[in-house]
């Protein structure tokens, strides 16, 4: 008589899926409102968790990926919009906070100066 077939024990997979969604919601949220910084950080602390215990291993590289992608990508906006707006906080060259904010309407495109109360 040939022994009992045992089943393979399920794949545990939980944080592979975890760090993918970070990874994805990382992108997202970086493009919509710049928080996307933190999930990202998130997201790879995550993904090294699950690729060190082999769960879910293929969803966590992907979202490792996609967080350090965001991060990169995060850095890089970061390092952009300073290069912008440092030169407007010479009060040298604008010593009123009216010619500052026109500076920054002039070299930051989206900004818009709310009136002072």
């Known amino acids: 008589m ?12 939980g944080l592979g899926i975890a760090a993918l969604v970070l990874g994805i919601a990382s992108i997202l949220t970086l493009l919509l409102c710049g ?16 690729v060190v215990q082999r769960n879910g291993r293929g969803m966590a ?10 991060l990169v990508l995060a850095i ?4 952009w919009f300073y290069s912008r707006i440092a030169p407007c906080s010479d009060q040298t060259r604008y010593p009123t906070k009216e010619a500052r904010d026109q500076c920054l309407q002039k070299r930051v495109p989206f900004f818009q100066a709310t009136p002072a109360p």
């Not at 890089?76 to 390092?79: R, T």
């Open 61 to 70: 590289v992907a979202g490792l990926i996609l967080s350090a992608v965001t």
């Open 2 to 13: 040939y022994p009992p077939v045992r089943e393979a024990p399920p794949q545990r997979r």
């Open 76 to 79: 890089g906006l970061a390092a």
């Open 35 to 50: 928080l996307g910084a933190i999930l990202a950080v998130a997201g790879l602390i995550v993904g090294i968790i699950a």
